[in-house]
């Protein structure tokens, strides 16, 4: 389940639930306790999907520099290869 349905799911059972806390005839107390329970829930969830969007977020840079490094190494290659051909003396680049 993605994050924006998990939050929509999260809003929704939140808004049930004071729906049915307004509405019952348990004490208040209860009904407050209830509440907190659930802002408890949805408030770890949510930080889960903080941390699993952190992660991607850090894997999509990692792969980026990756690719920028390995791009790099390939112009470097061609160059040494050009400077080989053209029997210069440096073929460092």
């Given amino acids: 389940m993605n994050t924006n ?3 929509s799911l999260m809003a929704l059972t939140l ?3 004071f729906t049915l806390a307004a509405c019952s005839d ?3 107390e209860d009904a407050g306790e ?3 329970s659930m802002i408890s829930t ?3 969830t949510a930080e889960d999907a903080g941390d699993k969007i952190k ?6 840079g990692d792969k980026v520099k990756d ?3 390995d791009a790099g190494n390939g ?3 061609a160059c040494e290869d050009v400077k080989k051909k053209m029997n210069t003396e440096d073929t460092d680049c």
């Fill in 67 to 69: 690719a920028v490094n």
């Fill in 75 to 77: 112009i470097e290659d």
């Fill in 5 to 7: 349905k998990k939050l």
């Fill in 34 to 36: 209830k509440v907190d």
């Fill in 42 to 44: 949805a408030k770890d």
């Fill in 26 to 28: 348990d004490k208040a």
């Fill in 55 to 60: 992660d991607v977020a850090t894997d999509a």
């Fill in 15 to 17: 808004t049930a639930a």
